[in-house]
């Protein structure tokens, strides 16, 4: 039983269930002093030892008062009555009502109501999903078909039945009148491109390409020797010549005439080519004499192989001081063809006869033109005692 209610088995004097009870003054077993407990006292059985429903419990309301009476079938079974308690008064105290139970009981009449919650969140109707991976279709595998020639003619390639009048497989779109025994021969053009006449893979079954470093190398030494003959054809002319050349006998080659830019008085350019080695040509200026030339002409074309130039006014050595000698001879070269080709001799400084390889054919004339001179100075000129022309011999052709 709640704290504050009558003792156990006490009966005290409050409101009888049809009016108002005699006063008097409560029994020993009244409440102690406070307040009874606030709030709707709850519905049911009353609480051990108090009184029956309609008894005055002591201690509450103020001394005189006659609360309201109400029928126990007249509640309201969904709202709850609050009891008229009136903590007891204390001693001394007046008989104005305290504040704070009031506001207690005025909050016990309040009905709690539950916040207003929100609309739950629904569910998306399609929840989101990772792309799927599409997985790919499986290739239906068929058995071959048994040759069946009771319907039509059987297709060499997938023995399926087929019409008498059909070309091609209604199943595979082979033709009827080739099969895999017997294959179609290729046109020519693919003939002319595949000599071993191989044949030729189907559709998904091409052999892969074979890039091998052996066949690689095959076609580079290939193009390697194929160039190497080509060059060896064009060749070929010259290069017999050069054999017959380096093994031909030398015969001298005399000129038709010959001229010069200047000669010096009694030296003309004929004293260069007398085959006299002490007779000079000079052009009679001092210094190296840079510029001026010396020409032999022949009337028909000769091949020449060898050239020979003695330097100097003879082939003495004694002689060396007296002139200058020439260094550097630019050789122009005329063919009879027109075409020139200029060369360049190199002699040493020494006395004597000086050969240098000199192969040319078909040569109509030869002009000499100094370049430089060894031992040039104001009281000397350049001399050449001699200027020789050697060709192949007649004898080594027979």
Request: net charge positive; charged share 20%.
């Amino acid at each position: 039983a709640p704290q504050g209610s009558a003792p156990q088995g006490s009966a005290s004097p409050g409101f009888g269930p049809h009016g108002p009870a005699p006063q008097g003054s409560a029994s020993q077993g009244s409440a102690p002093q406070g307040s009874a407990p606030h709030g709707p006292a709850p519905q049911g059985s009353a609480p051990q030892g108090s009184a029956s429903y309609g008894n005055a419990s002591p201690g509450f309301g103020p001394p005189g008062s006659t609360p309201p009476t109400t029928p126990a079938g007249d509640a309201d079974p969904t709202r709850p009555v609050p009891r008229a308690t009136t903590p007891a008064p204390t001693a001394g105290a007046t008989g104005t009502p305290d504040p704070e139970s009031t506001t207690d009981r005025a909050r016990a009449l309040l009905v709690p109501v539950a916040d207003p919650q929100g609309e739950p969140e629904r569910p998306p109707a399609v929840a989101p999903v990772l792309p799927g991976r599409p997985a790919p279709a499986r290739p239906e595998v068929r058995a071959p078909v048994a040759p069946d020639n009771h319907g039509g003619v059987a297709c060499p390639w997938c023995h399926t039945a087929n019409r008498p009048d059909r070309h091609f497989c209604a199943r595979c779109a082979m033709p009827m009148a080739e099969g895999p025994e017997n294959p179609a021969r290729l046109p020519w053009w693919r003939r002319l491109f595949d000599y071993r006449n191989r044949e030729q893979p189907w559709a998904g079954d091409r052999p892969r390409l074979r890039y091998q470093i052996g066949r690689i190398l095959r076609w580079v030494v290939l193009a390697a020797v194929l160039a190497l003959v080509g060059w060896a054809l064009f060749q070929t002319p010259q290069a017999v010549s050069a054999v017959r050349d380096h093994f031909a006998k030398r015969a001298p080659l005399a000129p038709d005439s010959y001229k010069a830019s200047r000669s010096y008085p009694q030296h003309g350019p004929d004293k260069a080519f007398d085959v006299v080695s002490n007779s000079w040509w000079g052009p009679g200026v001092t210094q190296s004499a840079k510029g001026e030339w010396l020409e032999a002409r022949f009337r028909d074309p000769v091949r020449l192989l060898d050239i020979g130039i003695t330097p100097g006014m003879s082939g003495r050595g004694e002689t060396l001081t007296k002139s200058a000698l020439p260094h550097r001879i630019e050789a122009r070269i005329t063919t009879d063809d027109g075409k020139t080709t200029v060369r360049e001799l190199n002699l040493d400084q020494g006395a004597g006869f000086q050969r240098r390889p000199f192969r040319v054919q078909n040569v109509t004339a030869v002009r000499f033109t100094i370049q430089s001179a060894y031992g040039a100075d104001g009281k000397k000129q350049v001399a050449i005692a001699e200027i020789e022309f050697f060709g192949p011999s007649k004898a080594s052709r027979s």
